[in-house]
T-cell receptor
């Protein structure tokens, strides 16, 4: 089992460029999440999907959009990247929203 | 909005010493989880606490949920170099989303 797979692992963008971070889980989980991690800030929830077909904003949704493509996949899109979006992005999933979350390996994004 | 704070932010201990990190929420929580993140790695689930006053143990780790369900602690007895990493608590008020604390980075000196 791969668990939670994120692509890409590393990315450098220029300000104003767009990109999509991909996330897929093979554990038949219902809930999926996108977090960003900045030094000294812990993990902050960007968007989450409690179940297939639903998405909701987290703590820091501005500048991002998400798509729950199917039960397995949950993508995060940056429409116009800004230097403030330089961060490590983690995707996570859980069977139910109250259960333990399994995290992907992370995507290190730098916006210059 | 809901806020979860952790103290201390950093802790350096000598191998064999004990370590405690504290988690405090601005609102009453329904559940709290603890995660460990090794340097350069991703968060890994340790435990979940649900009941008021609950205490759970995992070998040298002891987790506690406060009576008012607004605070929690993680205590490690006799730290080892393998305990190095950042420990996060994550709490929910039952709104389908967990808010993570700021984390405590533990360094263990051999």
């Amino acid at each position: 089992n791969a668990g939670v797979t994120q692509t890409p692992k590393f990315q450098v963008l220029k300000t104003g460029q767009s990109m999509t971070l991909q996330c897929a889980q093979d554990m038949n989980h219902n809930s999926m999440y996108w977090y960003r991690q900045d030094p000294g800030m812990g993990l902050r929830l960007i968007y989450y999907s409690a179940s297939e077909g639903t998405t909701d904003k987290g703590e820091v949704p501005n500048g991002y959009n998400v798509s729950r493509l199917n039960k397995r996949e949950f993508s995060l899109r940056l429409e116009s990247a800004a230097p403030s979006q330089t961060s490590v992005y983690f995707c996570a999933s859980s069977y139910r929203s109250v259960d333990e979350a399994f995290f992907g390996q992370g995507t290190r994004l730098t916006v210059v | 909005g809901q806020q979860v704070m952790q103290i201390p932010q950093y802790q350096h201990v000598q191998e064999g010493e004990d370590f405690t990190t504290y988690c405090n929420s601005s609102t009453t929580l329904s559940n709290i989880q603890w995660y460990k993140q090794r340097p350069g790695g991703h968060p890994v689930f340790l435990i979940q606490l649900v009941k008021s006053g609950e205490v759970k143990k995992q070998k040298r780790l002891t987790f506690q949920f406060g009576e008012a369900k607004k605070n929690s602690s993680l205590h490690i007895t006799a730290t080892q170099t393998t305990d190095v990493g950042t420990y996060f608590c994550a709490g929910t008020t039952g709104t389908y989303k967990y808010i993570f604390g700021t984390g405590t980075r533990l360094k263990v000196l051999a």
